[in-house]
Nanobody, 127 residues
């Protein structure tokens, strides 16, 4: 079992930046690939970015590519999402998730593959 707690959300103007953090406790952090998902009001949860257990493999959705960067610090049991050039359409609740996987260098973009989820942090981008 792993517990995930997100932080760093808030209100920002379009074009601004935020850095989300997700602190993990419980089982060995580097046993999990980590992902960020988001859900806007009235919409389904969507994939944002993921990072492999090693941290060497990252993957992001086309909607955030070039603007958002995912990273992890296994020594601190923390995964980050650096969000730059924010747009109003990035407004959503952002969730951190952990995927149990034997693969060291890959991660999934499917929410179904993730076993543990945080409670989410609100990101609001004003125009």
């Amino acid at each position: 079992q792993v517990q995930l707690v997100e932080s760093g959300g808030g209100l920002v103007q379009a074009g601004g930046s935020l850095r989300l953090s997700c602190a993990a406790s419980g089982r060995t952090f580097n046993g999990y690939a980590m992902g960020w998902f988001r859900q806007a009001p009235g919409k389904e949860r969507e994939f944002v970015a993921a990072v492999s257990r090693s941290g060497g493999g990252t993957y992001s959705s086309d909607s955030v590519k070039g603007r958002f960067t995912i990273s992890r610090d296994n020594a601190k049991n923390t995964v980050y999402l650096q969000m730059n050039s924010l747009k109003p359409e990035d407004t959503a609740v952002y969730y951190c998730a952990a995927e149990t996987t034997v693969y060291y260098s890959s991660s999934s973009s499917s929410a179904r593959d993730y076993d543990y989820w945080g409670q989410g942090t609100q990101v609001t981008v004003s125009s």
